[in-house]
Structures are given as structure tokens and as C-alpha cells.
């Protein structure tokens, strides 16, 4: 079987760590796979496609934005690419069309056009309204869907009746590789003396940093051997919001908050922390609190996404409300003063991963899904 996975944004990020992830097993499994994505800022996802023998094709692909220059250029480009997808598709003449993410129109049209079954990939809860109106419009075309936890099926499904196959697929982790036995520490942490606090992703509004500043602000009131990081890359495209978090730094006086920038090992980041904080407002399945709970790391998260049903509160981490710093820190502090607890919560944590989220769970589901649409019969465009 052949599959043409679309993603519309060629920068390292959860979704294209999960697309390369997965297409590696599923290559063991006699299933190839060929990533299509943007070819500008794509040079480190196409380095670790190249790893791991995959195919792609890096085409010039406009993704929808906010910023009204971007919004144009997808506008005015949507036809042309939309055309050049379908071509691609036709020449490579896969089973399936695998489309990431709401508002990935282009994929989804063009598979259709194309002849092509396809599968909508969805993994986020928190969209514009004119993107979820495109979509009630478009589902009705697809012929499977892959929903990244059960709140994003309530999001987009739960308004329809729909008589094709849709699974519930976490972000995968492997946790033969995020194996805290095997990881060694990161060294540029050795220099920070005291309790490390992490946190990872991509720095933007969703991740709700800001919450984790002053949650810093708050603990460094009371404990002085506190260390805080973020990892995660700092694009352009968010250079409003690092400016706001940085400010929010500076005028607290936190000198001991940094920020590491993108890290290329992030297990040895995470075998070298404390204490996981995970202070998003929107998530769906977060990758990176997968990685951390099988690093055996305790976690501090905010209620989003999936995370509860994995992160059971008072059991191997701590669940609090979105945009509640006060609680955030109330909540950090019990596992600073508590390093058993810590220990406690990081095993069962990856007792948890290993069952539920580990890489090969994602495969299996992932062939399960693919053969089902495969099997079915084709939705008509």
C-alpha cells in the first residue's frame, strides 16, 4: 500500500515528528509512505526524512494565515496549487491521501479530485469559526477520519452522523527511545544548580507561556533553587508574543527563566529536568508531555486535550484549570517539596506512556484505519 501524506507546513514542529515517526514503522510493515509538504523553512524536516528513508516531495505550497499578506497568497495560489497537488497525487497514484489538520483544504480537494480515498487527520480543539464552517462542508467527502483524542472528536464529529470509520490515534512516543535507563543528561544543564523545571514546544500563544512566567514569578517568592526553561523554537511569525514574554521576564526580574531555543535532543533535556509544566490553553495530544511522562517525569499540566485521560490528577501528575498561575505554582511547589512524590508520579507516568501512547500502538492503528477506508466503499466528490 502507498500513501501520500500532505502536512502544509514544512517547519519541525509535533505533527511532521509524528508523520516521520510513524511512516518509519509503517515502512517495516510494507505500507510507504510520501510526505509532501512546503518547501520553504522545511530543510531540518527533510534532513530527518532523509534518516529515515522516507520520501517526499517539497513542492511551493502556500499555507492559510492569519497575517493579511499570507492570507492573500494562499487566496490568490489556492486554485494553481490545489491543481498541482491533484497532478502529484495522480502521478504517484496512492490508495489513500492522508490530510493533516481542519484547515488542510488543499490536500483534502485535491485527493478527491484526484479519485483518490482520503483520511482527515484532526488535532487541535480551538479554531476559527469560518474553518469549522469549511469543514461541515467538506466532511461529507472523506472516507475516514483520525481524530488525536476524544475532545477533538467532540469538537469537529459530534454535531454529525457519520457512517465511516474513524479511530482515535495519539501523538506518538517512543518509549524504547525516550528510555530514561539508556538517555544521558543534557550537559549544558549541569551548570543550573537546583530543582529544574521544564517545559517544551514551539513558542506561540496556544502554549500559554506567559502562565508559566508568572507561575516562576510566584515559587521564586518562596524557594531560591529554582531553574525554568523553555524548548522550543522562536520563529519570526511569533515574534509579537516572545517580545510579550520576554518583557513579562525582564520586568519580574526572573533571571533564572531561560529560554533554550530549539533543542535537537530532547530527551537529554528531559532526562536532565525535575518537574514537567505543561501550561497550554489549547492542545489536542500533546507530544511532548508523552516524551516527558515516558522520561519518567513527574507532570504539572493545564486541562487540555487529552492530557487528563493520561495524567491522572494526584496519581502521577497534576491537572489544573487553563490561565490559572496561582494554581499552577501551587501545584509545582508539591513536587518540589516532595522529591518521593516526584519519583512516585514519573514511574507510574511511564507505566502510562508505555501502555497507551507508545509508537507501536500509533502504527497498529494507523494500518488499522488505512485498511478499513482501503476496504470501503469510495466517498464520491
Request: aromatic share 12%; proline share 3%; charged share 30%.
Amino acid at each position: 500500500m502507498k500513501i501520500i501524506n500532505i502536512v502544509l507546513d514544512g517547519r519541525i514542529a509535533g505533527p511532521q515528528l509524528r508523520i516521520a515517526e510513524i511512516a518509519k514503522r509503517l515502512k517495516e510493515e510494507d505500507i510507504d509512505t510520501i510526505v509532501v509538504f512546503p518547501e520553504k523553512n522545511s530543510d531540518k524536516f527533510k534532513k530527518l526524512l532523509k534518516e529515515y528513508r522516507i520520501e517526499y516531495r517539497a513542492i511551493r505550497l502556500n499555507k492559510l494565515s492569519k497575517n493579511i499578506v499570507g492570507f492573500l497568497r494562499w487566496k490568490i495560489t489556492f486554485i494553481s496549487q490545489v491543481i498541482r497537488l491533484k497532478r502529484l497525487i495522480k502521478k504517484e497514484n496512492p490508495e489513500i491521501v492522508h490530510c493533516n489538520a481542519s484547515w488542510q483544504w488543499k490536500g483534502v480537494i485535491a485527493g478527491k479530485l484526484a479519485g483518490k480515498k482520503v483520511v482527515w487527520h484532526l488535532n487541535d480543539t480551538k479554531i476559527p469559526f469560518y474553518i469549522k464552517i469549511v469543514f461541515k462542508f467538506l466532511q461529507k467527502f472523506v472516507d475516514g477520519f483520525i481524530v488525536e483524542g476524544r475532545k477533538v472528536k467532540e469538537y469537529y464529529l459530534r454535531n454529525f452522523k457519520i457512517d465511516k470509520p474513524i479511530i482515535e490515534i495519539q501523538a506518538p512516543v517512543d518509549t524504547g527511545k525516550f528510555a530514561p535507563d539508556i538517555v544521558k543528561s543534557d550537559e549544558k544543564f549541569a551548570d543550573y544548580k537546583g530543582i529544574k523545571i521544564l517545559s517544551v514546544g514551539n513558542v506561540n500563544p496556544y502554549k500559554g507561556f506567559e502562565y508559566f512566567i508568572d507561575a516562576a514569578n510566584i515559587l521564586n517568592k518562596k524557594y531560591n533553587n529554582l531553574w525554568f526553561f523553555i524548548a522550543g523554537n522562536l520563529f519570526d511569525s511569533q515574534k509579537k508574543y516572545i517580545d510579550y514574554l520576554k518583557k513579562k521576564i525582564k520586568d519580574y526580574d526572573l533571571k533564572n527563566f531561560i529560554f533554550l531555543g530549539g533543542v535537537d535532543n530532547i530527551r537529554e533535556a528531559l532526562k536532565a529536568s525535575d518537574i514537567y509544566v505543561c501550561s497550554s490553553v489549547a492542545e489536542a495530544s500533546p507530544q511532548s508531555v508523552w516524551e516527558a511522562m515516558a522520561m519518567e517525569k513527574p507532570i504539572v499540566s493545564t486541562n487540555v486535550g487529552s492530557v487528563p485521560d493520561f495524567v491522572k490528577d494526584g496519581q502521577n501528575g497534576f491537572i489544573v484549570e487553563i490561565r490559572n498561575s496561582e494554581k499552577l505554582a501551587e501545584k509545582i511547589a508539591v513536587l518540589i517539596e516532595n522529591p518521593d512524590l516526584q519519583k512516585k508520579f514519573g514511574i507510574l507516568s511511564r507505566e502510562i506512556a508505555r501502555k497507551n501512547l507508545d509508537i507501536r500502538v500509533c502504527v497498529d492503528k494507523h494500518k488499522g484505519i488505512y485498511k478499513k477506508v482501503f476496504l470501503k466503499k469510495r466517498a464520491e466528490f
